[in-house]
Each structure stands twice: as C-alpha cells, then as structure tokens.
C-alpha cells in the first residue's frame, strides 16, 4: 500500500484537507462531536506558520475567521448546532462583506443541546436560511471520509472562487468515523485563491464586481485602503441608502452563485440510469441509501440513488430533469423531511416520500428498503 | 486646536458625518488622528476595526484599512486580523452598550490574552444610534428611554474591570481633557498588548437631555468639573466618589503578548 | 448484505481498558497494512473516564463499506459481562466470542465459538504492564479470526507506541497469540 494512505477521522481529514488547500487560520471553541477539528488544527497549522485561536465564544470563532481572511489568510472555522446557531449573525457579515472563509458544521441532534454524540440531519434548513434576510449560501455535504478531504478542498476553493463563506457540512458519525483515505501530493490537487486587484490604488472600487459578478477585494495592508461594512454598500464600499444600490446589491450577491451553478452542483448518481424508483439522500444516509439500492435491486425492484454533495443551492433544473418519468421519490434523513419540502416544489407531491429518523440513531439499509417497499405497497 | 494635519486622514467623500451637534465623538476622532499622525503611522498599515452604534461609524470616515462589523464583535474581528498579520496596528472604537454590554465578553477575554490591540471605548453613557436607552455605563438612578424612572442598573467601573482582566495599558479621561486624550492614544498604540483608553463623551440629544445637563458644551463642563485623577482617588471614600469621573493611567506593565507568545511557538514548530 | 463479503467486529468493555484504541490499531492493520476496506467508529459518551465503551470495526476484502455500523456482530469482544449479557441476543450461531475469561461468564451450552483467556491477568502479571491487557486480546484476535496477519497488527501497534515499549508490547501480541492458537 502506498505510504500516503491513512486511516483518520473525517475531523481529522478536514484539517488535512484545509491545509493542503492553503488554509493558514483557524479560530474555534469546543464543541461536541467537532473539537478533533479544533485539535488538529492547533497541532497542525504552527507547523505550516498558520495560526490557531481558541476564542472566548462560538461568536467570537466566527468574527475572527472572517477577520483573518479580511487581512488575506484563508480561514476556517468549526462547530455543532448549538455553536452554529451563535455564529449566524456574522455569517451574514461574511456574506454581506464578501469575506472567503469556511464555515464547518459537524452536526448533532438539536433542538437545543439536544443528543450532543449522536448524529443527525437536523440543520438542513438552518444552513440554508440562518442567518437573516435575502443571502446566497453554498453548502457541501461528503458522505465518506475519503470524500471529507476532497471536498474540503473544493468547498474551500468556491468560497475563494467567489468570495463567500461556504458552509461545510457533516455529521455526529462521520466526524468520528475512520476510514482509509489515500493523501494527495500537493501536485496533485487543484487550489484556488482568490485575486488581487489589477487596478492602481487611485481608481481601485473594492466593490465594484468583475464580469463573474464577483467584487476583486485586496487583503488589508496591501496600500488598497478601503472600508468594508455590513450595511448595503455602493462600490467603494460606503454605506448607501439608494434604493437602486441597495437593491443591485442584493441581487448581485444571489446572482454570483447562481450563475455558476452548474459549476458547482457536485451530485453523484447510483443505478441511476434505468432506475424506475429514486432515494434522494444526503451525507451519512446517502451511503446507507447506496446499500438499500443493492439491496431492493437484488430483489428486482429498478432503483437508484441521486446523492447531491452541494446540497444547497438546490439545482431545481438538474434535479427536476434527473426526476423525469421516474415513479416516486423516496427523500431519506435523519430530520422531520427538510429536503423533502424541496423535493415537492419540484415534483408531484404524492410521489414524494419521506424515509426519516428522529431518534439519534442512524437508519440502517434494512429498514429504508422496508420503507421503500411499504411505500410501493 | 488646528485641523490641518489630520484633514489627510479622513475620507471627505464620507461627510457630513453622522454624529448630532454637540457629540463628543468627534473630539475623540480628532484626537485619535493626532496621535497617528504624532506617531506616523503608515496609513496603508492601520487598521480601524468599530462594532454597531454612533462610535461605529468612526471607521468609516477615516482613510486606513476600515471595518464595520457586527454590533459587539469589533474586538473578535479586530483579533482575528492582528493575529493573521501582525504588521498592522489594530485600532478599535467601541460604543459603551456595544463594548461592554454585549460586547463585554470580547472585552474581558482580548485583555486577558493580551493582544496587541488598541482599544478605544466610547463612553457616552447611553445608546444613541437607537435611541437613548440605559446601558451597562448609565449610572445609578439616571434616565434614559428605558428608564423613564430612573436606572436601577448599576454601573461597570470599566477602567478597573479591563485592568483585572488583564489589559497591559489601561487609561480613562474624557473629551474636555484633549491633551491626555492623545497622549493616551499614543501611548496605548505603542504599547505592545492589549491597550484600553475608555473616553468619558457627551451625549447631549438623550443623556444630556434626560438628565438635565443641557448641550454639548455643558456636558463637557461637566466633565471637567466632575473629573478627579487616578492618584487623588486612591484617597477618597466611595461617596466621595460617587459623581466623579477618576481619570488618568489605571495599569502600564510589560507582560508578555499573545502573538509574540504565539509566533515562538511557530518558530518552534515550523519545519515547512 | 447478502453476498457477504463483510466482516463485524463489536468492540465493548469499559472506559479505560484501550479497547478503542485496539478497534484502530485493527483497523489501521487490516486497512493501511493490507489493503483491505475498514471502517472504524466508536460510541461517544458525556463520561469521560469508567462507563461503557464500545467501538466498531468492519471490514471487507473488496466490497465498499456502505453502512459504517455493526448490526450483528461476526465478532464480539468483550471486556465487562455486561458485553456479553447486552449483546448476547444480538449474535449468531457462529459469533465468535473472545473475552477476557476473568472478567466474563459465559453460561453453558451457547452455540457461539468461546475464546476466553485472562488478557489482563496475562499483561499484569506475566509481563508486567497491566494495561497493556487490549494489546493481549489483539494478539488472540489475529489467531482465532485470520482476518489480520500479526505482523500488520505489530506494525499499526508500534507506530503508536514510543520505542522504548516496542519491546515489551510485541510480546504482548505474540503471547495472546500463542494462547489463542491452543484454543483453536
């Protein structure tokens, strides 16, 4: 076996991953099922001249975070529910200001402190609309360990691609799993920064977007002297109250993301092709969904998995054709049916199914291929 | 006192400013520029960090590296900027509900770590930006629009509580005393930790008028009346203190500083 | 699952015992030393020292490792009785039970295959580590199961351990595995 494989935790292939994908910054604080990450970057990052806080709050992680990229660091940050829900208000800034950073969700059971060592799906919706007002979000979601370090790194190069915090989602199981996953040399991965303004300092906008929609905003102590707020901005980052400004804005945030979508819709299929029937699942449940597909196929029964990585933006389009002429959809997650509402904007509602798990425990593929087949009963 | 040296630091595209006539706010913003220019400071390597509310939006009419940030957390940022590159001089203004109310965790924790910040609190003993309600600054018994019978809230001793918590530079004074003003500012620059400089300022369109003190000038009368040093306080019994403002040095002490303590260990450690 | 090319290990004793630690060291062995696929996980509790302790490991020769759980174990290892009492309605027929024979009381006339040596008694008093009693059970484990060579167990193992315990820790491994091999 080559000596780059490794047996680690998804926490532990996080950190790797973010190193390797340039990360020089962490700022945390404990939290149930996701101090490893913490702990490995405070090992690690000194040992690559990064820097590791830990902060007095969950709050503070997430200001700092966002601080460290506003000085041209790229940085992460990691917590559970009850941290993520602290951390809201300024993602919104991180938004708002256009701040590349990656913001790292290891779900728990919630609400509340909930069953903190267990896993769960609860924070679907949280991670799509927490934070306050209109924003666009990204959100990826690995379901193995090998897959935790490879879309660390590409979670990690949207945000920087579009200057956005992107959510990085995982959960109670995955973040303590161990599986193998086989290290990269440095060559062998594709890194994104983002870009320096090319402009003099004299004419420099640091708001003003590029054709990609996305603003070129240089690091602090570069001589590109600038202000950033959290209130709607003109292009030279001043507070307005235009409507039309503000509303440009705005729009412009949500449009950044959604021009690139096809981009960065990561969506894996499973027999899908000649598949009459459809799971529709996520994260930790998608592989278990992978073995309720080997088993119901076994059984005759033409079904297969659609696994979306990037699980927010919903890529109504793509799921809408990939959903045409198949017969039901079965949506299966360890929460009440977040995704499932999604599925049926899309698709008729009386063929939508949900497949939940509400008890801290994960579903095994036993008894999603008993749902299936009460369902087609 | 003359504008001229520091007219270069401000962004005139952002005036008229915000600030009602009378506030003390930009007393404090000229001071600040004063000591920056005393020091020259490159103004590509000065960083203004401000949280939410009338102090807030200082950052935003000075020409440095400026954020506005969320209500509270201008420290948390400030930290997280300083410690990515510590080449820049971090300087953060805060309001008095902004720094020590809910911001007050921030506060203890940067003067605990010791970080190489400047900390400016603006002390204006109210909520302006949202309308005169009492903050953890409203003395005793005085009005504000949450208090229409008076606060029965009482007060932080700021100065005091930022020196315990672990500040290396620790000063109070007010917008009447100028002189010391700058001098503070500085000297809490140059300090390498964390540096706290609490700036007692006029609110004359709620605290003023609530309270009967009358306009911007008044309040600032009332400044320097109430006003006693560090030294003299020592002195003096809680009653005595009661409506004194103690000015001067609280805390000067070397200690060491979070980054530097920091970058050892990365010299220690570093082997990339 | 029915094409069984899938391997259950339930690790499950009490905080302290390293028994964790073992559930990776196997892991670590039979995936990075052999190439075959593993999935490790263990049980998270708000107790940090004492209380139960189970950990996870599954392994396949070819087959991808879909649900990363132990649903009936192939093999129990059990340091407390209550490692057997909790799971023994769980196992089948041909589970394989290795446990610590001080510690645990199997009743008679079971279908399942018993291995029980005194591991802890064996680390404390015939080589003098008494913690080293996971290290004993890891040695029994590669001869009643096949399932890992202990030469990869030795390797995993020792990448853990500072030189100076090599040693002693080697032999740990191999003395399991000479009792277990007369149990067979």
Same mark, same amino acid.
């Given at each position: ?48 001249? +990064? ?27 990691? !917590? ?36 903190? !060592? ?8 949280? !991670?799509?609309? +927490? ?20 879309? !660390? %790194? ?20 995955? +973040? ?126 033409? %079904? ?11 890529? /109504? ?23 499932? +509402?999604?599925? /049926?904007? %899309? ?31 | ?16 400013? #915000? ?46 590296? @400026?954020?506005?940030? @969320? ?30 109310? #809910? ?34 600054? @409203? ?33 109070? @004074? ?90 050892? #260990? ?7 | ?35 075959? =696929? ?17 950990? =996870? ?51 008679? =006339? ?75």
């Amino acid at each position: 076996m080559s000596k780059n494989v490794r047996l680690m935790q998804g926490n532990e292939a996080l950190v790797e991953a973010a190193i390797m994908a340039g990360v020089r910054f962490f700022a945390g604080y404990p939290i149930t099922p996701s101090s490893e990450i913490a702990e490995g970057f405070s090992k690690k990052l000194p040992r690559v001249g +990064g820097k590791f806080i830990q902060m007095e709050d969950e709050i503070a992680s997430m200001a700092a975070t966002i601080g460290a990229s506003i000085a041209g660091v790229k940085s992460v940050t990691a !917590t559970s529910g009850p941290g993520f829900s602290l951390k809201q208000e300024n993602l919104g800034f991180g938004i708002m200001a256009e701040v590349p950073c990656l913001v790292v969700n290891v779900q728990r059971m919630g609400p509340s402190t909930g069953r903190p !060592t267990k896993p769960s799906q609860g924070d679907i919706m949280q !991670t799509r609309w +927490g934070t306050h007002g209109d924003h666009p979000i990204v959100v990826l979601y690995p379901t193995t360990v090998p897959e935790v370090f490879k879309y !660390t %790194i590409e979670a990690i190069n949207i945000s920087e691609r579009l200057r956005t915090p992107v959510i990085f989602l995982m959960d109670e199981t995955l +973040g303590h799993m161990r599986e193998k996953v086989l290290l990269p040399e440095p060559d062998e991965i594709k890194v994104v920064n983002r870009k320096f303004p090319k402009v003099g300092k004299e004419d420099y906008l640091p708001y003003k977007p590029a054709d990609d929609d996305v603003p070129v905003i240089a690091p602090f102590g570069k001589g590109y002297r600038y202000h950033i707020t959290g209130l709607h901005h003109n292009y030279k980052g001043y507070p307005t109250t235009q409507p039309e400004e503000v509303e440009e804005l705005t729009k412009r945030l949500l449009r950044k993301v959604e021009r690139v979508l096809d981009d960065i819709f990561i969506l894996n299929t499973y027999m899908y092709d000649d598949a009459e029937y459809v799971l529709y699942a996520y994260g930790i449940t998608a592989r278990i969904a992978k073995e309720a597909v080997n088993i119901l196929r076994e059984e005759g029964l033409k %079904i297969g998995l659609l696994n979306p990585i990037t699980i927010w933006p919903f890529h /109504e389009d793509k799921i809408e054709g990939l959903l045409g002429g198949k017969k039901k959809v079965f949506v299966v997650e360890l929460n009440s049916g977040q995704m499932k +509402g999604e599925i /049926e904007r %899309i698709y008729p509602r009386k063929d939508v199914i949900g497949i939940n798990k509400l008890n801290a425990e994960l579903i095994n593929p036993y008894e999603i291929a008993d749902h299936v087949r009460e369902g087609l009963r | 006192m003359s504008l001229q040296n520091i007219k270069k630091y401000l962004r005139k595209d952002m005036f008229p400013h #915000i600030w009602c006539p009378g506030c003390g706010n930009g007393i404090i913003m000229a001071s600040l520029l004063r000591a920056i220019d005393a020091l020259a400071l490159d103004p590509d390597k000065v960083v203004v960090v401000s949280g939410i509310g009338c102090s807030g939006r200082i950052s935003g009419y000075l020409d440095f590296n @400026t954020v506005h940030t @969320t209500h509270g957390r201008a420290l948390a940022y400030a930290t997280g900027i300083k410690l990515a590159n510590p080449e820049l001089t971090v300087i953060v203004a805060m309001g008095d509900g902004d720094g020590s109310a #809910i911001g007050g965790n921030h506060l203890i924790h940067a003067a605990r770590r010791n970080i190489d910040l400047t900390a400016i609190l603006f002390n204006n003993s109210i909520y302006g930006m949202t309308g005169g309600q009492f903050s953890p600054l @409203t003395p005793f018994e005085k009005r504000a629009s949450t208090a229409p019978y008076g606060n029965v809230d009482h007060p932080f001793d700021l100065a005091p509580l930022v020196k315990s918590a672990g500040a290396s530079f620790v000063a109070r @004074t007010t917008t009447f005393h100028v002189f010391n003003l700058q001098k503070y500012l500085e000297r809490g620059i140059k300090k390498k930790g964390f540096s706290f400089i609490e700036v007692i300022t006029g609110c004359p369109t709620f605290y003023g008028r609530y309270n009967k003190i009358g306009e911007g000038l008044d309040m600032i009368k009332y400044q320097k009346e109430h006003s006693i040093t560090y030294d003299r306080a020592k002195n003096l019994s809680e009653e005595e203190l009661a409506d004194k403002i103690v000015v001067g040095v609280f805390q000067d002490i070397e200690k060491p500083e979070y980054i530097s303590e920091y970058e050892k #260990i990365i010299e220690r450690e570093h082997h990339e | 699952m029915s094409n069984r090319d899938r391997i259950e290990v339930l690790f499950w004793g009490i905080g302290g015992q390293g028994l964790v630690l073992a559930s990776i060291i196997l892991a670590e062995a039979v995936g990075v030393y052999e190439g075959k =696929n593993v999935v490790q996980s263990q049980a998270y509790t708000a107790i940090v020292r004492g209380g139960t302790s189970k950990a =996870n490991v599954i392994v396949s020769e070819e087959k991808e490792i879909l649900f990363p759980q132990v649903l009936s174990p192939d093999i129990l290892v059990a340091f407390s009785q209550e490692a057997y009492n909790a799971n023994k309605g769980k196992l089948k027929p041909d589970t394989k039970i290795i446990y610590d024979s001080d510690m645990v009381k199997i009743e008679d =006339n079971v279908p399942f295959k018993l291995y029980g040596i005194p591991f802890f008694k064996i680390a404390r008093e015939e080589l003098g580590i008494p913690f080293a009693g996971n290290v004993v059970a890891l040695g029994a484990f590669s001869a009643v199961t096949g399932i890992v060579k202990l030469s990869s167990l030795e390797r995993a193992l020792l990448s853990k351990v500072r030189e100076e315990y090599h040693e002693i820790n080697r032999k740990a491994l191999e003395r399991g595995f000479e009792l277990a091999e007369k149990l067979n």
